[in-house]
């Protein structure tokens, strides 16, 4: 049996939606991809042991997508199971006294929304992120103020793909759970259900043009008039440039190929000029690599997953 028909076979009891062969650039911030087998967006947590029935039963591969504001699919497409995390786990609240609950597939600037109108400080350091309270963790997102792990308490996980039963289990934040842009306690199977996030009683007004002012900044250094999946690259370690200095050292800025450019106005962007294939992104990403090793020894490594 194929994949698609096991699917119509749940296909009565499930309440989100269900889609075939669909075209994953729809999916990306990218605006870049070839087609997925299936695209599931849960709605409940049974559509989610529907969902992790079939993966056990059929061995399918998978993959998670939170909002897609860091990936890069491939124009081959993927011959699996996408998995989106947009319409279970949004809630967000104060469950106890300096400590918010939020779902996984909540937005980032619905957070910073809600953290405006209630004085939750602590989270501006997170402004400009596009991304889910899902992939912020599995990303350990962040910028130069700080990262998902000055906030984060705990997190709420389950394992797909591996046993028939469900566990919701719910892991305390250790000290060496994170890195920079790298989560040490997740792996490939764990979809993530909410996040505890500790916040700090703050004047809203305070909150709020904290959050504004970082958002014109952003406006003003990042090119966010394209699609993009920010910065593409980490910033390397043993020397002092960040990322983009290398690439402007290299004299890479500008630099197009296919539908695909370094951005002019923040040389760590790539862009997507319109038509780009992931194998213009792709091209470039060596690029940048091949040339950062040879001529500076520098190595570069992806800040972007590319599927
Ligand atoms: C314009 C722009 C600016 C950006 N600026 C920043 C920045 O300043 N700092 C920064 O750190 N990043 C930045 N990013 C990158 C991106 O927003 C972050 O990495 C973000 O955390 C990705 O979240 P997402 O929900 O889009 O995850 P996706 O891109 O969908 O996925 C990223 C990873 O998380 C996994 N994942 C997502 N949700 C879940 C879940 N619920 N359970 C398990 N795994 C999951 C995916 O499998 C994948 O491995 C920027 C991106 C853009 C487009």
Not at 74 to 88: C, N, P, S, T, W
Not at 187 to 194: E, G, R, T
Not at 195 to 204: E, F, R, V, Y
Not at 268 to 296: C, H, M, P, Y
């Amino acid at each position: 049996m194929n994949l698609e028909s096991r699917f119509l076979e749940i296909k009565n009891q499930w309440r989100g939606s269900l889609e075939f062969n669909v075209n994953l650039s729809r999916y990306s911030y990218y605006q870049i991809g070839g087609p997925a087998a299936v695209l599931a967006t849960p709605k409940s947590f049974q559509d989610l042991e529907l969902l992790n029935a079939v993966l056990v039963d059929t061995g399918a591969p998978f993959f998670i997508l939170g909002w897609g504001s860091n990936l890069l699919f491939r124009d081959e497409g993927f011959a699996g199971v996408i998995i989106r995390m947009k319409q279970l786990f949004t809630e967000c609240e104060e469950r106890e006294a300096g400590l918010i609950h939020v779902g996984a597939s909540l937005g980032c600037s619905t957070l910073l929304r809600k953290a405006q109108e209630k004085g939750w400080g602590g989270l501006a350091h997170l402004t400009g992120i596009p991304g889910s309270v899902g992939g912020m963790v599995v990303m350990n997102a962040g910028t130069h103020l700080g990262e998902m792990k000055d906030a984060c308490v705990s997190v709420e996980r389950v394992r797909l793909g591996k046993l028939k039963l469900l566990e919701r289990e719910t892991l305390t934040v250790q000290p060496g759970d994170f890195s920079y842009r790298h989560n040490h306690f997740l792996n490939a199977h764990d979809l993530v259900l909410s996040a505890c996030l500790k916040i700090t009683p703050t004047d809203p007004s305070q909150v709020k043009s904290q959050i504004d002012d970082l958002y014109q900044r952003r406006k003003q250094t990042q090119p966010v008039e394209f699609p993009s999946c920010g910065s593409v690259f980490m910033n390397p370690q043993g020397t002092p440039l960040k990322a983009w200095q290398v690439i402007d050292q290299l004299g890479l800025r500008g630099t197009v190929a296919g539908g695909a450019q370094i951005s002019e106005k923040h040389s760590n962007f790539i862009i997507n000029r319109g038509s780009a294939k992931a194998a213009d992104v792709r091209k470039l990403i060596e690029l940048v690599k091949q040339k950062a090793q040879t001529e500076l020894g520098i190595l570069m490594k992806e800040e972007v997953k590319v599927l």
